[in-house]
């Protein structure tokens, strides 16, 4: 046997062998794509061509407004990223507005793109232009970390959320698909810090009313999850005062226990009563306590003096409760109520709550919606979309309309470490995620 001859022609026949194989896996699995393709219309498949040719610009825009620091305090900030939004939407056709909100909110304001026609859903579109990073932060801008991945403030809370909605409208408006269509597109400028939501929310209310349905682009779960409901988040402050006294005597019937030792027993009280009720969680942010103490409610900032030997005179606590509907919400305070009126020897204490936002209860029509969003994602070859737990997900803008309108939210940029250093976009999943919004808002409006 010539082994020369041989081996050349096994290592042509394994060749050959793979070349079948991969034409097999291939003519395998492109019936899957081409079925998927077959379930869009032309002007579906037209917007995601349009999606890949406008994608540098996209990313372009995020770049720009990533770098741009827009803490909720940061007022020029924020106007300055509405202002390049404004530009944006110009171009597009939309009309734009600044809303001001009293100079005593020590707040931006908000920014407004409105389309107005007669045909299709009328859309109401959530986003924020705020971030929680002060100008005082260490600034972190766009930054490319791999080929798939990108950091920045606020790159996926919320600026993907933003860059993505402009993206999807338009490549609607250049197919034309936006005319005689009734949109909104409402950018709060304080989502992230709202000092007075009564009056910060006020036109935000009113404009949603006149809609039928509800989108918010807060941080993707993916593709395999959507958000029909959210929890709301309300404020407490609880102050405790004791006997101010030498520390030898702490216990005693005369001295009693001190206003830290009655803050604490509060705290943990909560804990035991309430800790295991599902969708509720309470967390106290900050603790102050000493014989003298001091809080500045705009800037957070807390002072406490005090000795080793001396028992507490006076001790603050704030933190957040977060709840899904009104009646779990007045349950848990009238339990964290009955806790507190329970005092230490020679102490006392009490606890005042704020409201800041309501929660967006499931409904009917939200899951209407996500069913609409769930037959695109199928449709478009991404897989089945589910609704999300609300566990998962802490208050947003869109619980101030939730009880007006069919509501979804979550359909913004996916990413990790929101409202942290080093917060991630997924750049590999961004493209996909404005391709299906996009799908969305085109058989909403139709």
């Known amino acids: 046997m010539d082994w020369n001859l041989l081996v050349p022609t096994l290592f042509l026949s394994y060749f050959s062998d793979m070349k079948k194989i991969t034409l ?25 061509e349009l999606i890949d040719k406008n994608y540098q610009e996209t990313v372009s825009l995020l770049e720009e407004v990533i770098n ?42 908000h920014f407004v793109a409105t389309r107005k026609g007669t045909k299709g859903k009328k859309l109401f579109m959530i986003g924020h232009l705020d971030t929680v990073f002060e100008k005082d932060m260490p600034f972190s801008p766009f930054t490319w970390l791999n080929d798939s991945t990108a950091t920045g403030q606020g790159a996926n809370d919320m600026k993907g959320g933003d ?27 304080d989502e992230e810090s709202s000092a007075d939501v009564e009056t910060s929310r006020k036109d935000f209310i009113a404009r949603a009313k006149e809609h039928e349905v509800a989108l918010a682009y807060e941080t993707a779960q993916g593709f395999s999850a959507v958000t029909v409901a959210r929890r709301g988040a309300s404020g407490w402050t609880l102050k405790t005062s004791g006997r101010q006294s030498h ?54 900032k807390g002072e406490a003096l005090g000795k080793t030997n001396i028992v507490a005179r006076e001790a ?12 779990q919400k007045e349950a848990a305070r009238e339990k964290m109520r009955e806790i507190v009126a329970n005092h230490l020897n020679q102490t006392n204490a009490e606890i005042t709550f704020n409201d800041m936002l309501p929660s ?85 409006t139709r």
């Open 24 to 48: 097999l896996l291939i003519l395998a699995v492109a019936p899957l794509f081409t079925f998927a393709q077959q379930k869009l219309n032309k002007d579906e498949k037209k917007l995601i």
């Open 68 to 109: 741009i620091n827009s803490g909720s305090l940061n007022l020029e900030g924020v106007r300055e990223v509405g202002r390049v939004f404004e530009r944006e939407f110009q171009k597009i056709g939309f009309q734009t507005e600044w809303v001001e909100v009293p100079s005593e909110v020590n707040r931006a304001g």
């Open 163 to 189: 860059v993505l909605i402009f993206a999807s409208l338009k490549a609607m408006h250049q197919l034309g698909l936006l005319d005689d269509r009734t949109i909104t597109v409402y950018f709060t400028g």
């Open 247 to 300: 520390s030898s005597g702490v216990f005693r019937e005369s001295v009693g226990y001190g206003a830290i030792y009655e803050a604490a027993r509060i705290l943990d009280g909560f804990r035991e009563a309430l800790s295991g009720e599902k969708y509720l969680t309470f967390n106290p942010g900050q603790f102050i306590g000493g014989s003298d103490i001091s809080y500045d409610p705009v800037t957070g």
């Open 316 to 327: 603050f606590v704030t933190g957040d409760l977060r709840f899904l509907g009104e009646a």
């Open 360 to 444: 967006m209860e499931p409904s009917e029509g939200n899951y209407a919606l996500a069913s609409i969003l769930n037959q695109v994602s199928l449709d478009m070859g991404f897989g089945e979309v589910k609704p999300g737990d609300p566990g998962s997900r802490g208050a947003g803008d869109i619980s101030f309309v939730a009880e007006y309108l069919d509501c979804l939210d979550g359909l913004g940029a996916s990413g990790s470490g929101a409202h942290a250093p080093g917060e991630t976009i997924n750049m590999k999943q961004y493209s996909d995620l404005i391709k299906r919004n996009t799908i969305l808002l085109y058989r909403l």
